[in-house]
């Protein structure tokens, strides 16, 4: 199998502030320290398998490697493991070596064909937005943890995927140099669960929003909520519909409103969502434009959530950034990132529908964490990593 490693190119610049967009009408503005005191020619592969993805994932990945690829550290190139040279995203990348490796996650081939086509790119570390890092690799890497929720709810996943996971997941913190969680919880799930050498390895680096995600006006509401055909007043849910969600939970809940309260909205998908049971005052959209979420948020009477577990929930930052309240359970990583616009409740039925039928804080905008923050600081551990 032969090996390519491409370069993006960047025109030279003297500023230190740059402006990325996502080809979608999105700009995600970064100014990252390019002069941090490292060793020389420092090479750092980022798994981006899952960045050409409409996951949370996807979206953790893209964001951190726009910052962190415009302003490189003095002295370090980025290598991007990517499925394919032609994911839109990479349009808007410039600086970086990439190296196309259509390998998909838990296969075989992750597990003995990337780690050679890795050695061969010469990288010094290995960063990994997923705990998934193929078994036979001797680069040093360091992992983001986002979530132990196979440890707790098992979804769909069959007893061989758990076990697998479980092992992946081992064998991941306890060989990883440096440890991302993404939220104060999911560190003390990873102290819990591996101990005290994994604790101290540990730093808590949250999630971020996209500038994007700002209060929209009326022309801006009005168009997306045509787009979709949404009716209005409505609750807004953004997320999948697996176990720990709980959106049964939230439906039968809005069930027991009365007929004159808003709809309820969700923007979910898969198989799951698929068994979801409603009511006709209830819309189930199967995907929605990132871009425009922003204007559902602003739309929206609240954005609504029963989960039993979260790692962290982006969905709370993107409403409180556009000025949306939040309903959500006083559990897990909620309670770390809910401001005075958040409402929190027991995850009941009649917890729910208490919270639905009381007036909602004032649409006050969330001061939001930006993804040139997160990428500063992922930048510092993966450099003193090496």
């Known amino acids: 199998m ?3 490693i491409r370069t993006i190119t960047a025109e030279d610049s003297g500023e230190e502030d740059f402006a990325i967009g996502s ?48 302003t490189p550290p003095t002295g370090v190139t980025y290598v991007l493991i990517v499925r394919s040279e032609e994911e839109p995203w990479l349009n ?25 086509r890795l050695k061969r790119t010469h990288i010094n570390l290995l960063f ?3 705990f998934n890092v193929p078994i036979l690799t001797r680069i040093p890497f360091v992992v983001t943890i986002h979530d132990l929720i196979l440890h707790h709810f098992p979804n769909a996943a069959s007893p061989l995927k758990r076990a697998a996971y479980r092992f992946l997941m081992g064998r ?27 604790a101290s390895r540990t730093t808590v680096i949250g999630e971020g929003v996209d500038v994007l995600f700002s209060p929209q006006n009326d022309m801006q509401k009005n168009a997306v909520l045509e787009k979709y055909g949404i009716p209005s007043p409505f609750f807004l849910y953004v997320g999948n519909a697996k176990e720990h969600k709980n ?56 954005f609504v959530t029963a989960s039993l577990y979260e790692g962290f929930c982006l969905p709370i930052l993107e409403a409180r950034a556009c000025g949306c309240p939040v309903i ?28 639905l039928s009381t ?14 923050d997160v990428a500063t600081q992922v930048q510092t551990v993966l450099v003193n990593a090496v």
């Not at 080809?23 to 398998?49: K, S, V």
Request: charged share 20%; net charge neutral; hydrophobic share 40%.
């Open 172 to 198: 991941a913190v306890r060989r990883a140099k440096r440890i991302i969680a993404v939220s104060k919880f999911t560190a003390s799930e990873i102290s819990a669960m591996y101990g005290a050498s994994a």
């Open 92 to 116: 808007e990348v410039r600086g970086a070596e990439y190296l196309v490796a259509n390998i998909p996650h838990f296969s075989l081939a992750e597990q003995l064909v990337l780690p050679w």
């Open 128 to 130: 990994s937005p997923h």
């Open 328 to 355: 959500a359970p006083r559990s897990t990583a909620i309670p770390e990132i809910a401001d005075e616009g958040c409402v929190l409740i027991d995850p009941t039925i009649e917890g729910l529908r208490r919270a």
């Open 359 to 372: 007036p909602l804080p004032s649409r006050s905008i969330g001061i939001p964490r930006r993804w040139e």
């Open 247 to 302: 959106v049964q939970m939230l439906i039968d809940a809005h069930a027991a409103l009365p007929p004159s309260a808003p709809h309820l909205v969700l923007v979910t998908s898969g198989q799951e969502a698929s068994r979801l049971r409603h009511s006709d005052r209830v819309m189930r959209l199967e995907s929605v434009n990132d871009t425009d979420l922003p204007a559902l948020y602003s739309a929206a009477e609240a």
């Open 2 to 4: 032969g090996e390519e």
């Open 23 to 70: 080809g979608e009408g999105q700009i995600l503005e970064c100014t990252l320290n390019r002069h941090t005191a490292i060793m020389p020619e420092m090479r750092i592969g980022i798994d981006c398998r899952f960045a050409g993805t409409q996951s949370g994932l996807g979206r953790y990945t893209r964001s951190i490697v726009r910052c962190l690829v415009a």
